[in-house]
C-alpha cells in the first residue's frame, strides 16, 4: 500500500506509540488525523507534525466518548474528504489485585480500550470500506496473555481482540484489511499513567524502560505490517515466545507469568 495522499486517523496520539505513528506514517506521505485529550499534549504533538512538515489535522477528543469519536470521524472527511486507514491506539492500563481494585477504575479502562475502539472504527467504518482501506488496532500480548495485577486491561485487550477478529470476517470480501497489532513491553508513558486501585496514576514505571523497544520501533513495524496488509502483528522475541506458549502449556504459563510479574518493582504480590 502506498501511503502518499492516504488519509490516517490515530486515536490517542499525544505520546508513545500514537505519536509515533503519526510521524512515520506522514513522512511516507499520508494526511495525518491525531486525536488527543489534552490541549497541551495536543499543542506538543501538533509542533512535532509541523517540524516535520506533515500535513495534518489535530481534534481534542476523548476516545471514550462515543460523541467525540462521532465528531471525530465528521472532521476528517470535512478536512479531508476520506478516511484511509484507522489506528485504533488510545489507550489507558492499570495495575491493583482485583479484589483491591475499584469498579470504575475497571470501567474506565474498558471505556477507554475497549469502548472507544468499537466507537471509532463504527464511525470511520463507512468511509474505510469505501478506501478498501485499514483499520488497526493497537492491542497488547496482554489480548494473547492475561497478566495478575492488570485484569482490566487483560480484559479489555482480549475484548479488542474478539472484536475485530469478527469485524475482519465481516468486511473480509470487502476489501478491507483488519490487523490487530500487539507490541511487547514497549518504552512509553503507558505505565507511568497506569491507573491504581483507587484511580491515581502511578507516576513511575515498575519495569526497566530501556531494556524496551521504543515507540518509534513499533510505529515502523505497524507501518511494514499495515503496507503488507498483515493480518497479526506480535512484536518482541519475548512477546512470541509467550503468546506460543500459552496455546500449548497454559498451566505452566500461569505460574511462569505470576513469578515474572512478582519481580516487578512494587509488586502487590511481595
Not at 500480548?141 to 487483560?154: D, E
Amino acid at each position: 500500500m502506498k501511503l502518499k495522499g492516504k488519509v490516517v486517523i490515530i486515536t490517542g496520539a499525544t505520546s508513545g506509540i500514537g505519536e509515533a505513528c503519526a510521524v512515520i506514517f506522514g513522512k511516507e506521505g499520508a494526511k495525518i488525523v491525531v486525536t488527543g485529550r489534552s490541549k497541551e499534549k495536543l499543542a506538543r504533538t501538533s509542533r512535532v507534525l509541523e517540524d516535520n512538515e506533515i500535513e495534518f489535522l489535530a481534534i481534542l477528543a476523548d476516545a471514550s466518548c462515543e460523541a467525540d469519536n462521532r465528531r471525530m470521524a465528521d472532521e476528517a472527511l470535512k478536512a479531508f474528504g476520506r478516511i484511509d486507514i484507522l489506528i485504533n491506539n488510545a489507550g489507558i492500563s492499570m495495575r491493583a489485585l482485583f479484589q483491591e481494585l475499584d469498579l470504575e477504575v475497571f470501567k474506565k479502562v474498558m471505556d477507554t480500550n475497549f469502548w472507544g475502539t468499537i466507537y471509532a472504527t463504527k464511525y470511520c467504518l463507512p468511509a474505510i470500506i469505501e478506501a478498501k482501506g485499514s483499520v488497526i488496532g493497537i492491542s497488547s500480548i496482554n489480548g494473547f496473555r492475561g497478566t495478575p495485577a492488570r485484569t482490566a486491561y487483560t480484559a479489555s485487550k482480549y475484548a479488542m481482540n474478539g472484536f475485530f477478529e469478527a469485524l475482519r470476517t465481516e468486511v473480509m470480501h470487502e476489501g478491507v484489511h483488519v490487523m490487530v497489532a500487539a507490541p511487547g513491553f514497549t518504552a512509553s508513558n503507558i505505565r507511568n499513567n497506569a491507573l491504581t486501585a483507587h484511580g491515581e496514576t502511578q507516576g513511575e514505571s515498575p519495569r526497566d524502560e530501556a531494556k524496551m523497544m521504543t515507540p518509534g520501533q513499533v510505529a515502523e513495524e505497524i507501518l511494514k505490517a499495515t503496507q503488507r496488509r498483515k493480518r497479526d502483528l506480535v512484536l518482541t522475541a519475548q512477546g512470541k515466545v509467550v503468546v506460543f506458549l500459552n496455546k500449548w502449556i497454559p498451566g505452566i504459563m500461569d505460574g511462569m507469568v505470576f513469578r515474572e510479574m512478582a519481580k516487578e518493582k512494587d509488586s502487590p504480590f511481595h
